[in-house]
């Protein structure tokens, strides 16, 4: 079901220089179903599936790294005040003392899921490339690293 997913989506893009960029990985959307969650040989499958319905696009993988609590400051300055009223809501019904620890907690956790690291793996494996850019710059800043970052791969769509 996912692979046709990404075929139909896929099959909308022209041929000429296009590219498709989600916030998030075929892997990150199947690694913790049953099928193939702690599986590191289906993962790898799956990551070589999609990157063979992707070929022509150059599939690369940005994990964008950094110090968390940087990141939640400035999603709270950024998003603004009913941004954190909402997650100070959501804290309180987990009996959190602020949105923060529960933001933090949150992130934690992600970082520290070794999921993830399983996800990278099988992404290597399957052919991709990962590449590591650090997060804790402001969204310029990480943007141009990431320009920069594909500029210097083969994965760039050709023009």
Known sequence: MMLEGYRRVISHLGCERSALVFDWTCLGMVS???????????????????????????????????DIQVALRRAESERGEQWTRRYARLAAQQAAITARD??????????ADPART????????????????DATPGPDE???AAWRALARTDASPEP
Do not use: C, M, Y
């Not at 399983?118 to 850019?133: M, N």
């Open 142 to 144: 990480v943007l141009d």
């Open 118 to 133: 399983l996800e990278k793996r099988a992404f290597r494996s399957a052919g991709w490339p990962v590449i590591e850019i």
């Open 102 to 111: 529960l933001l933090g907690a949150i992130a934690e956790g992600i970082q």
């Open 32 to 66: 913790d179903l049953p099928w193939a969650e702690n599986k590191p040989d289906i993962l790898e499958r799956h990551a070589r599936q999609v990157a063979q319905l992707a070929s022509r696009l150059g599939p690369v993988v940005l994990d964008l790294t950094g």
